[in-house]
């Protein structure tokens, strides 16, 4: 039976005019939903009884389980489990601008990035858009606080899950809903060039990341399967178009290798590359895993790098460090957890 946390306003309202209800019906069961987040049919007191049946016939409320929580400043780390006993971690970062919920879209990753955690556990399966809507809601009642940005960039590709990430997106967008506005969403993308192509045709003003790593494909090949499929200068022109269409801006996300993708050649590399295009770069100071031998770029690297890159006139910030004792990067909770760390 289908989850009521993974469907649309619009197709439950398409839902109850083929049962004979007017529309307004949808808009009163997701109030009871998002608003006032009931956990049963049973408690929508102004639906009718017949309504109530229906709903009980082709619906069921689900939960996720809150298997671990590791804290540390700013920064809690949830590990859920789910219905087929498998598992999925969320972050959440407390920022000046609000409360930041970096959520998962798969279990496991097929994408093999070589520095990530989280692709060493391959992927079992995609996340139903419930499971994506659960993680904020579960979240919320836990700290008793409203998610003010989501940012699909947990666990899994999103762009591998695309129906399901966007069925997601249209349910916590929507103002009868959790209300999240489309521009506190970012969905982060390793580079699969179609779906960002297809994603440019998307009618909601949704950030777009992209997880570039590297300024060329030498370093980009060893670091990221995914340019086995799609060569940056492929990448740079799906992106290019994008920003054409949407006039938006999009955010490159670097993350600061020792040795491998820090040296003053690749941010001149980078700074020609990304030249003249609507978009900013973040620099992310690796957070090192006792499974991956990666390691961190020193700080002088890192604001040397940043500093290239600003001479450029390369919009760039340094990612603020956040749960380097709470087992946060992506992955690494879950892998901890099913190896008995």
Same mark, same amino acid.
């Given at each position: 039976?289908?989850?009521?946390?993974?469907?649309?306003?619009?197709?439950?309202?398409?839902?109850?005019?083929?049962?004979?209800?007017?529309?307004?019906?949808?808009?009163?069961?997701?109030?009871?939903?998002?608003?006032?987040?009931?956990?049963?049919?049973?408690?929508?007191?102004?639906?009718?009884?017949?309504?109530?049946?229906?709903?009980?016939?082709?619906?069921?409320?689900?939960?996720?389980?809150?298997?671990?929580? $590791?804290? !540390?400043?700013? #920064?809690?780390?949830?590990?859920?489990?789910?219905?087929? &006993? %498998?598992?999925?971690?969320?972050? *959440? +970062?407390?920022?000046?601008?609000?409360?930041?919920?970096?959520?998962?879209?798969?279990?496991?990753?097929?994408?093999?990035?070589?520095?990530?955690?989280?692709?060493?556990?391959?992927?079992?399966?995609?996340?139903?858009?419930?499971?994506?809507?659960?993680?904020?809601?579960?979240?919320?009642?836990?700290?008793?606080?409203?998610?003010?940005?989501?940012?699909?960039?947990?666990?899994?590709?999103?762009?591998?899950?695309?129906?399901?990430?966007?069925?997601?997106?249209?349910?916590?967008?929507?103002?009868?809903?959790?209300?999240?506005?489309?521009?506190?969403?970012?969905?982060?993308?390793?580079?699969?060039?179609?779906?960002?192509?297809?994603?440019? $045709?998307? !009618?909601?003003? #949704?950030?777009?990341?992209?997880?570039?790593?590297?300024? &060329? %494909?030498?370093?980009?090949?060893? *670091? +990221?399967?995914?340019?086995?499929?799609?060569?940056?200068?492929?990448?740079?022109?799906?992106?290019?178009?994008?920003?054409?269409?949407?006039?938006?801006?999009?955010?490159?996300?670097?993350?600061?290798?020792?040795?491998?993708?820090?040296?003053?050649?690749?941010?001149?590399?980078?700074?020609?590359?990304?030249?003249?295009?609507?978009?900013?770069?973040?620099?992310?100071?690796?957070?090192?895993?006792?499974?991956?031998?990666?390691?961190?770029?020193?700080?002088?690297?890192?604001?040397?790098?940043?500093?290239?890159?600003?001479?450029?006139?390369?919009?760039?910030?340094?990612?603020?460090?956040?749960?380097?004792?709470?087992?946060?990067?992506?992955?690494?909770?879950?892998?901890?957890?099913?190896?008995?760390?």
């Amino acid at each position: 039976m289908r989850s009521i946390y993974g469907i649309s306003l619009k197709e439950l309202e398409t839902f109850f005019v083929g049962n004979g209800y007017k529309k307004f019906k949808a808009k009163q069961v997701y109030d009871w939903l998002y608003k006032k987040r009931v956990k049963s049919f049973n408690e929508m007191y102004n639906v009718s009884k017949s309504v109530i049946e229906l709903l009980e016939e082709n619906f069921c409320f689900n939960d996720l389980e809150i298997l671990a929580k $590791n804290e !540390d400043i700013d #920064v809690k780390k949830y590990l859920f489990g789910l219905s087929d &006993n %498998n598992k999925v971690e969320a972050v *959440l +970062m407390y920022h000046d601008y609000g409360n930041s919920l970096c959520i998962s879209t798969q279990v496991g990753c097929n994408m093999g990035c070589a520095f990530c955690e989280s692709g060493r556990l391959k992927k079992v399966r995609n996340l139903e858009s419930h499971e994506m809507v659960l993680q904020i809601l579960k979240i919320e009642e836990d700290i008793n606080v409203r998610i003010s940005h989501v940012v699909l960039m947990g666990i899994g590709e999103p762009f591998d899950n695309y129906d399901n990430v966007i069925n997601f997106i249209n349910i916590i967008n929507d103002n009868n809903g959790i209300a999240l506005g489309s521009r506190h969403i970012t969905v982060s993308t390793c580079g699969v060039v179609p779906k960002i192509k297809e994603f440019t $045709n998307y !009618d909601k003003q #949704v950030n777009l990341a992209i997880s570039l790593h590297a300024p &060329n %494909n030498e370093i980009r090949d060893k *670091l +990221m399967n995914i340019n086995k499929a799609y060569k940056i200068e492929e990448l740079m022109d799906s992106i290019k178009d994008y920003i054409k269409v949407t006039n938006r801006r999009v955010t490159f996300e670097y993350i600061m290798l020792q040795g491998i993708n820090d040296t003053k050649d690749c941010a001149i590399e980078l700074s020609n590359l990304l030249k003249g295009m609507n978009c900013y770069v973040n620099l992310i100071p690796y957070n090192e895993t006792s499974h991956i031998e990666f390691k961190k770029s020193s700080q002088k690297t890192i604001l040397e790098f940043y500093d290239i890159l600003k001479k450029n006139n390369i919009n760039v910030t340094i990612r603020r460090e956040f749960g380097s004792k709470v087992s946060a990067a992506c992955g690494q909770l879950r892998a901890n957890f099913e190896e008995g760390l």
